[in-house]
């Protein structure tokens, strides 16, 4: 109830102060299990998404944002759910299965799942390479990929800033990838990297960004 409540409360609200252009919604299958993969700008990307897109998409959030108490911690929980965050540990050396695991129980109910291969933001703007845990859910599951390119939302929310501002905000959903083709072969590492590698080309090519063929370090790794 609560997710019907803010796609009719605020997506109208976000759509008439910020206008987002929003193409090739049609692109996502109305039904089955589907995964989206999108480049990775600004924090807001998820919510963005979310908002936009024409089925209700679970992505990965910290299970503490679900734990907080009383009503304030609550209504947290509520609205995130209602967003479609699934909450998961992380932290720990299980985090990555659960993280998988988690995706893929909602594909295999038939939902639609998103997942940032990149693994976090792009801090310079480029699009790097993909972690294979996107090509892993899609082989393990039959589920079609959807390449999806955000542009502006890092002129949306920029980094440290708490409020969003106006921008001009783009989200292109491309057409559905279908990995059939290596149907048995999920096991394969081999198979996994490039499955990964033909939806990141696919990414790079509707965003437009320059790919870069290395992981994209996370806040706080050493250069």
Known sequence: MLYQLIRVVAVPVVKLIYRPEVRGAERVPERGPVLLAPNHRAAVDTTVL???SPRRVRFLGKAEYFTGKG???RLMAAFLDALGFVPVERGNAKAGLAALESGRKVLDDGGVFGIYPEGTRSLDGRLHRGHTGVGSLALATGAKVVPVALT?????????????????VTV???????????????????IRRAVTD???YAIAELSGQEYVDKYHKRPGEAA
């Open 50 to 52: 979310s908002l936009v």
């Open 71 to 73: 009503l304030r911690g």
């Open 152 to 168: 502006g939302t890092e002129k949306l929310l920029p980094k440290g800033k708490l409020f969003p501002r106006p921008a001009k």
């Open 172 to 190: 292109e959903f491309g057409e559905p990838l279908d990995f059939s083709r290596y149907d048995g072969l999920d096991a394969s590492p081999a």
């Open 198 to 200: 033909e939806i990141m």
